[in-house]
C-alpha cells in the first residue's frame, strides 16, 4: 500500500523559508505514470495547489506562487521537497503531499497533512 | 489561470439527493477530467470520483458525475443520503500546462 508521509519544521519566522520533504513508500516515485504534488489548507479553508513535479524533474507550480516555490526530487532517497521562501502568516497552512495521475490528474494518494505556522 | 466555483454549502435530510454544482470560469470544462473529493474534519481528501464520473473501489454506486457543457459546469450527486456523507467536497480539473486547480469547496450538511 503506497503511502506519503511529510517532514518538516512546525514553525517557521515570517520572511525565512520553509522546507517539506515528502517520503514515499510502498511504491517508487520514478514511475512514468504519476507526478508527486503539494497543496496546502490554510485553518478553515480550502485547499490550494501549489505545484507538482515528474520523476524527471519537470515541474508544473501555481502561478501565484511561482516567484516563491521550489520543488525537487531524489529519486534515491524515494522523496520530494517543497521550499517556499520569504514566507509570511498567511503561509499558515496544513501542507499535504501528494501523488497525481499523470492521465487524469487524480490526487489518489495523500500524506496526512502536516501544519505549518508562520509566526515569529 | 481558470477558477472553479462551489456553492458554499448545501444541506438535505437524511435520504434525499444532494447535487454539488462546480463552473469553471474559462476554458471548457469538457477539455480536461474534473475529479470529486470528500474532506471530513481532520482528515486528508480522498477521491469520491474521479474522469468527470468514475467511482474508485470502495466508493457506494449513491456518488455518481457529470458535465455539463452547456453551463461549462461539472456536478457531483449524492443521493440516499447518510450522516456520514457530512463533509467538504471539492472538485478539481486542470489545464492544458498542466496547472491544477480546486475548487473552493462545498460544506454538505446532513439535517
Known amino acids: 500500500q503506497l503511502q506519503l508521509q511529510e517532514s518538516g519544521p512546525g514553525l517557521v519566522k515570517p520572511s525565512e523559508t520553509l522546507s517539506l520533504t515528502c517520503t514515499v513508500s510502498g511504491g517508487s516515485i520514478s514511475s512514468s505514470s504519476y507526478y508527486w504534488g503539494w497543496i496546502r489548507q490554510p485553518p478553515g479553508k480550502g485547499l490550494e495547489w501549489i505545484g507538482s513535479i515528474y520523476y524527471s524533474g519537470s515541474t508544473y507550480y501555481n502561478p501565484s506562487l511561482k516567484s516563491r516555490v521550489t520543488i525537487s526530487v531524489d529519486t534515491s532517497k524515494n522523496q520530494f521537497s517543497l521550499k517556499l521562501s520569504s514566507v509570511t502568516a498567511a503561509d499558515t497552512a496544513v501542507y499535504y503531499c501528494?501523488?497525481?495521475?499523470?492521465?487524469?490528474?487524480?490526487?489518489?494518494?495523500w500524506g496526512q497533512g502536516t501544519l505549518v505556522t508562520v509566526s515569529s | 489561470n481558470f477558477m472553479l466555483t462551489q456553492p458554499h454549502s448545501v444541506s438535505e435530510s437524511p435520504g434525499k439527493t444532494v447535487t454539488i454544482s462546480c463552473t469553471r470560469s474559462s476554458g471548457s470544462i469538457a477539455s480536461n477530467y474534473v475529479q470529486w473529493y470528500q474532506q471530513r474534519p481532520g482528515s486528508s481528501p480522498t477521491t469520491v470520483i474521479y474522469e468527470d464520473n468514475q467511482r474508485p473501489s470502495g466508493v457506494p454506486d449513491r456518488f455518481s458525475g457529470s458535465i455539463d457543457s452547456s453551463s461549462n459546469s461539472a456536478s457531483l450527486t449524492i443521493s440516499g443520503l447518510k450522516t456520514e456523507d457530512e463533509a467538504d467536497y471539492y472538485c478539481?480539473?486542470?489545464?492544458?500546462?498542466?496547472?491544477?486547480?480546486f475548487g473552493t469547496g462545498t460544506k454538505v450538511t446532513v439535517l
Open positions: 478539481q480539473s486542470y489545464d492544458s500546462s498542466n496547472h491544477d486547480v
Open positions: 501528494a501523488r497525481l495521475k499523470v492521465a487524469a490528474h487524480n490526487f489518489d494518494y
